[in-house]
């Protein structure tokens, strides 16, 4: 089996055995979960260092088979089972959830409560999650992606504060119905590149009876549509199919107007449980955009190009003047991270080199800030009990440290150069103004709100006079300079040296521009 | 040498891990020690790279090296070095390594001394990092790391609500501006294929920068343009200049080294830098000129009236930057540069004396000081230095860059500009002998503060007498004297076409300028060291024209009706739309299903009877649908 089957069932295995095993304290139960996720990354990062960056291809693959469903379609097949394997687009997420993961089980606190539950659930959405990255079919994807919803669910429900129980409902609904429209689309894509749905050009007839076969194989599909998606949809379905999807990623990213489920989710859960949601699994829509959209139908994308364009910087302004206006840290983050996902739309919109590998960059950079973001809030939570800005001030005196990486975060957040969110944004506007600049010249606001948003929640967290009742509160723990330091220290090295990731997305970027042949 | 040039900027950053690691409770001594020996010796290889450069004409590299691949393209770092950043590095780490002493002997006993020095040291590293980059994007990227390291000083004493305010609106209006540099260099590389200067450059002047939208000519405006911005905000010119008088809550050094000699001066270093771009639009260069001469003219205006003295300082920085800019506008490019070295000497001068004074007495604000010539003899001395330099007496550094600059505006046909310049220097030399008066002659305003009042130590006192000399004697690195040698040294960096060496001394205009710098010194003397004039009657008569000056022109007052109640009251309508009305719409979704829901359960009977009864149904009406669209049966 290859190396990426066991990142992924690394963290499986730890939460089997937290359920199965009996008599197991609270201290087993964090050791058992902390080892699968430390686990699934020490074999992310090996896998890094065996990636070969000379190919845009899956590597390190494996393929488990199920079943077949016989003679499905026009006396073809289907192939059901799981198969995981990497590429650029997917390695530096899977090191990003791997991380994340790992950082967010360190970082969850010594008086939690049910740990059984929480590792069995937090173990369960990291493996649901790194499926999600590593799937090479349809079905391991959409297996993966339940997985990571209802366990996610789980985790928002049983851990998060009072109200949480509506909150997960919402989280629930909104990604269950993201799922859905998933399912349509992917299966109407494998379905078309079957034969599916005729065609409308008569000549291309020997491309379509060379392809025939239905399979829900990932990168069959990409060699079969991605250059000529055209042969094998009328104009209309591959349309209908690419705004379903679209509409599946608006809804799983939490993009306006879908994306009131985020805020809400963020402001009842715990700290861990939003590092894990906003750190990586608010990735997986914009993950399967460049993945099913630019790589199945990059016609279509360029087709709708003004429209993603234009829902990116939509998202862009409304995410972070919404931001502004809030007075919870948790939804200000919350706003922050629409608003930094817009500039990936606007990126994937751009469809060019710096396009997409903004968005890459932006993923990655917003992942481990908004985790960083939600840690360093949650540690100040503990200690003041209130997540509400007008309520603290005066931070930096009682807790310097908390309050300095803080003000980093926030500071990569409204992308300084040297941190991630710089190149990030560069890249992204570079793609951005050289396909659409009148759009991103109204998107370039967003770089000076981010600053507003930001400065003005620190203004009133760590400056100011010192409060009277927040003076003996002491600062970060070594075990909260875990977590802290290291999503400080990649954000860091990504600012610094960018290569760092960038040369893995190199090839599969080039790849996935390579349109009609 | 020149290869060598990549020391200058790491020195302070080895001194800054080394801070870093050394923590917050490092011993004075040792941070300030080693802060000051790195950047000293910054200053000396910065000076072997100045001379080097001179010697030889012919330019060397750019040294970059790979740093992140996008599509075909690579983007680098590295350095470069010029005839005007080699001027730059020296100007910068001379300034530096004065201030970094100074503040050993101002921030003594502040708690978070170490801390102070290490932001400092961050922002030499930045700032020099910034002068030698060989490209657009590394100059963006310490561009912004200036802004932070400002940032961080103008807020140092977190405490204070207005730091705190402050340190806020002086990185949010900058960006403002950095959004328009941000948006040049993008549109340039697009245009360009390359952030390099060079690259941009050749590719402008061969008229081959036209993307699909705008044209080469189009294209080279607006980029110099949006360049521009990010240069007014840098730079504090109009309209943008709102956050330097507020950053005067910063430590005074911080004032002295960032908010005069060396960040604010970025901007007009940027102009300078991209100056074969801006000479091939003169929609851009007019525009540099005309913000240039009104910047210069509304500071002057304000400084007129402040009563705080680091404020009335700030405006005049501001005012002078505007010179500088006007200068570049008008074409006098080597007179820019000049009149931003002499600056960054005479004015760094001007706030370390004013931190000496606020040291001794403890308040900033001007009527509330007076006669402290008894008791600072040498502070005094060198403020007057630094007060005739900047009011343009000959023959002090400012007198020779402040009248290139006018004449340069005349010469060109910019008669209003002149005008301009011309009124601003009259109230130049008013505000600031205003300022000398008030602090150093007559009785002292407050004895109890006068009482304790006494110079710093010696770490104080050297950074002012060197200053003093260089503002003094500054000037005589370009005057007919000895050739104009910095004009010669500049322009084998070659912007051509720019004024220069060939314009003639005016003599007519060297002795109107400086006798309106004398009218401006009496009238100030007259009103404040021997009234003749009681300064409250002549505000009174002037009534709405002196609140004007005093209130600013309203602006901080206007901009906050206009911009910062538009934005909040943006982001209240999108709160209110998300919370009540998407959101809305969502809870009203979800009542009507849970409502239909509540309804349906009813057909839960739990008769299988029922449920087959409704399978078949259903099954029924399928097959129907089936047959209808296969073939029309039914």
Known sequence: ?517 | MVEYAWLVPLLPLVAYVFLLVLGRRAPEGIVAGVSVVLTFAAFLISALVFRSVGQSPDQTGPYVFHWLTVGTHSFTVGFEVTHLNALMLVVVSLVSTLVLLFSKGYMHGDERFPVFYQYLNLFVFSMLALVISPNLLQLYIFWEMVGLCSYLLVGFWYFKPEAALAAKKSFIVTRIGDVGLFTGIILLFLASGSFDYSTVFTAAAAHKLSLGWISNDHLVTLAAILIFVGAVGKSAQFPLHVWLPDAMEGPTPVSALIHAATMVAAGVYLVARCYPLFQLSPAALSTVAWIGGITALLAALIALTQRDIKRVIAYSTISQLGYMMMALGVGAYAYGVFHLMTHAFFKALLFLAAGSVIHALDTQDLFEMGGLYKKMKLTAWTFLAGALALAGIVPFAGFWSKDDILAAALESGHTVLYVFGLIAAFCTAFYIFRVYFLTFTGQPRDPARHEHAHEGSWVMTLPLVVLAVLATIGGFFNTPFNGYGLERYLFADSPQGAIGATTPENVGLMVLSVLVGLAGIGLAALMYWRPAIQPEKLARSLGFLYQLSFRKFYLDEIYYAIVVATGKAIAAIVDFVDRYIIDGIVRLVARIVATIGLGLKYTQTGQIQAYTAVAAFGVLILVAWAMWSIGGVL
Do not use: C
């Open chain 1, 1 to 517: 089996m290859g190396l990426v089957f066991w990142i992924v069932l690394a963290p499986l295995i730890a939460a089997v055995l937290i359920l199965v095993v009996p008599g197991l304290r609270a201290g087993a139960h964090r050791a058992l979960g902390l080892l699968g996720s430390a686990a699934a990354l020490v074999l992310a990062l090996a896998a890094w260092g065996r990636f070969q960056y000379a190919t845009s291809a899956y590597q390190e693959v494996s393929r488990l088979h199920w079943f077949t469903l016989p003679a499905l379609w026009q006396q073809s097949d289907l192939s059901i089972g799981l198969s995981f394997g990497v590429d650029g687009l997917s390695l530096p997420l899977v090191l990003l959830a791997a991380f994340i993961s790992l950082l967010a089980g360190v970082a969850a606190p010594r008086t939690l409560q049910r740990t059984r539950l929480y590792y069995f659930w937090m173990e369960l959405a990291t493996a649901g999650i790194l499926g999600v990255f590593t799937a090479m079919d349809l079905f391991t994807f959409l297996l993966a992606l339940e997985l990571s919803l209802f366990a996610a669910f789980f985790l928002i429900h049983l851990f998060g504060e009072a109200g949480s129980r509506k909150a997960a409902f919402k989280f629930l609904l909104y990604r269950g119905l993201a799922s859905v429209l998933f399912l349509a689309a992917l299966v109407g894509l494998a379905y078309g590149a079957a034969g599916g749905f005729g065609t409308t050009q008569p000549d291309t007839q020997g491309i379509i009876n060379g392809a025939g076969a239905l399979t829900f194989d990932i990168p069959t599909l990409t060699d079969t549509l991605h250059k000529a998606s055209e042969a094998f949809f009328t104009p209309h379905a591959r349309s209908v199919l690419f705004l379903i999807l679209l509409l599946g990623v608006l809804v799983e990213e939490a993009f306006v107007p879908f994306h009131t489920w985020l805020p809400t989710t963020h402001e009842f859960s715990d700290t861990t449980t939003n590092m894990l949601i906003g750190g990586v699994l608010t990735k997986t829509g914009a993950y399967a955009l460049l993945r099913f959209g630019v790589g199945l139908l990059p016609g279509e994308v360029r087709h709708w190009g003004v429209l993603i364009a234009v829902l990116g910087v939509i998202n862009i302004l409304y995410g972070a003047f919404a931001a502004w206006a809030q007075k919870d840290w948790r939804r200000l983050i919350a706003f922050g991270s629409i608003s930094h996902m817009g500039l990936v739309l606007l990126g994937v919109a751009a469809l060019n080199a710096a396009g997409l590998q903004g968005a890459m960059f932006m993923m990655v950079s917003s992942g481990l800030l908004t985790a960083l973001l939600f840690f360093l809030t949650g540690a100040i939570k503990e200690r003041t009990q209130t997540a509400l800005i007008p309520s603290l001030g005066g931070l930096s005196r009682p807790m310097p440290m908390l309050s300095g990486f803080l003000l980093v975060a926030a500071l990569g957040s409204l992308g300084l150069p040297l941190t991630s969110g710089f190149v990030s944004e560069i890249q992204a506007f570079i793609g951005g103004f050289g396909t659409y600049p009148a759009i991103s010249f109204v998107g370039v606001i967003g770089i000076i709100l981010s600053a507003v948003y930001l400065l003005y929640a620190m203004e009133k967290t760590t400056f100011g006079p010192a409060r009277q009742s927040y003076t003996g509160l002491a600062d970060a723990t070594p075990r909260e300079y875990v977590p802290t330091v290291v999503l400080t220290a990649l954000v860091l090295l990504i600012g610094v040296y960018p290569s760092v990731i960038g040369d893995l997305f190199g090839l599969s970027v080039q790849a996935l521009l390579r349109i009609g042949g």
